[in-house]
């Protein structure tokens, strides 16, 4: 038997048994150690606004459209960052006492099958808790640099960084995915990397990881465009990423760009975009907007491109990076049976965390 995270309806969370499945020949058995909350894509399960729960979505014609909800409550097993020891193998795909970074949601045990469910073996030297990010979340962050490079290059891109090394760059929104690609783009070699957001305490943090930081109070458009000039009548950002799920983050960070420059996007809306005016710089700079999601990496490279490599940069990345992100970006670590509270905590907003991280003590329950 094992615990799965289930919102029952909106703001009523709880975790509920689950019968685990028998161990089949190829298969093995994990028992989570650690689980990344993501305060953006889970809540919006929590507070019911998520448009899976309103709208049926036509994976052949790529349509939201009326009819029965595509999830329903209750909702079990949301979350895409586990890490998990493999207590329990049949399969040489996969050693017994392995640390593997999967994406099963949040609950503390479970039985893969490795010709359906995608296990990256994280390496000895990386902290397991920052291998939260190497299944998933770091891929959608290296897909936002990777789509910047194709911008610029097309086809002919062939490291992550090509798309920012020696540009000038702007991260708007400081939240988990916005930190993890400034960090991306300063490794990946970009000439400037500034950090946008309205939350003083999260500029700390991307100052502290090393980004210059601006606050959206004090219009970071017109300061960056006096600052940085290319040509006459040419000032702003190489390249912006958008990394907030606000109308208003959205409209800055076209504000922010030069003319012809791409916005990269990837945010997660839920409201509309009344604040977006498309007939302003949009249109008189002739930018573009380009959104990047882990489903797809740009067209003409899937053949040298896929969420394994994505990965092996994540990896990279924590590497060197690691130290300064459990630090900083890791704020909140408690025991699995709390998540419930959190999760109601963070969606009512009496909790603010960055990175929640649920920990489950395997060595506890005698495995």
Known sequence: MGEVLTIEAPGKVSLVEEKLPELPEGGFRVATTHSGVSA?????????????????????????????????????????????LVVETRTAAVREGARVAMAYGHRTAYVADPLTDRFVELPEDLDPLLGIYVAHMGPICANGLLHAAHDLYGPAARQLGD???????????????????????????????????????????????????????????????????????????????????????????????????TLVDLAFYTEGADEVRLGEEFHHNGLSVRCAQIGRVPRGLAHAWDRER??????????????????????????????????????ARRRQSLQAVLRHEVEEEGR
Not at 317 to 342: I, K, N, S, Y
Request: with cysteine.
């Open 310 to 347: 994505l990965s092996y940069e994540t990896i990279g990345l924590l590497r060197e990076w690691g130290p300064l992100l459990r630090r900083h970006l890791v704020t909140d670590v408690v025991g699995f049976r709390d998540a419930p509270q959190l999760l109601g905590d963070l969606a």
């Open 40 to 84: 953006g894509t889970e809540l919006t399960y929590v507070k019911g606004d998520n448009p899976y729960l309103n709208a049926t979505f036509d994976r052949e014609l790529g349509l939201f459209v009326p009819g029965t909800p595509s999830i329903e409550y209750p909702v079990r097993g949301i979350g895409y960052m586990q890490v998990g």
């Open 163 to 261: 798309g920012v090394r020696g540009r000038r760059v702007v991260v708007v929104g400081a939240g988990v995915v916005g930190l993890l690609v400034a960090c991306f783009a300063m490794h990946g070699g970009a000439a400037e990397v500034v950090v946008v957001d309205e939350t003083p305490a999260r500029l700390e943090v991307a100052a502290a990881l090393g980004a210059d930081v601006l606050s959206t109070d004090d219009d970071p458009a017109v300061t960056l465009k006096r600052r940085w000039r290319h040509a006459p009548q040419d000032r702003g950002a190489d390249v912006v990423f958008q990394c907030r799920g606000r109308a208003r983050a959205l409209a800055l960070g076209l504000r922010l760009l030069r003319p012809q420059g």
